[in-house]
Every structure is written in C-alpha cells, then in structure tokens.
C-alpha cells in the first residue's frame, strides 16, 4: 500500500444506525463530537439515519422513515382529497 495518500484523520468511527441501532466500525474521516466504545476500545461515534441495515433495499422490508413528518401530512391530504359519498 502506497504511504501517505490517506487524510490524517482517517481513522476508525462506529457508525449507529438510529433506526435499527445496528453498529458499525469502519475507517473515515467524518468530523463527530462523540466518542463510545466497541470491541473494549474507545472510538469516535457518528448516528446515520439510514443505513444498510434499515434501507428497504438491503432488508427486503417496507419500512417507513419518517423523520419531519411527511407521511402525516401526505395522509391528511389524501384523506382531504376523498371524494364524499352522497347517498341516492
């Protein structure tokens, strides 16, 4: 391998998913304010919302991730949009 082409902040990061709370370790140079352990060793920590742990692709599961409540507001709408039944 060839020395000195990595940044130096590469380093080993957990990575948490907040939707499965699956954990991963893996190098990068991602900027993080926390730090937790794994594996007995202290390690800076970084929460990603989705990952391919929790991503429909990857699971095969239909999930919904529904972080500013956009679901909610489709479902208000398309209940808005009903059309009424009038009765004959």
Excluded: W
Aim: aromatic share 10%.
């Amino acid at each position: 391998m060839k020395k000195d082409i990595h940044p130096k902040e590469y380093r080993p990061v957990i990575f948490e998913d907040s939707s499965s709370g699956k954990r991963f370790l893996i190098a990068s140079t991602v900027t993080t304010l926390k730090s937790d352990k794994m594996n007995g060793k202290q390690y800076p920590l970084y929460t990603v919302e989705i990952s391919s742990a929790s991503h429909p692709f990857y699971t095969g599961k239909a999930t919904i991730v529904d972080t500013a409540g956009r679901v909610e507001r489709f479902r208000k709408r398309a209940a808005a949009a009903k059309p009424k039944r009038v009765k004959k």
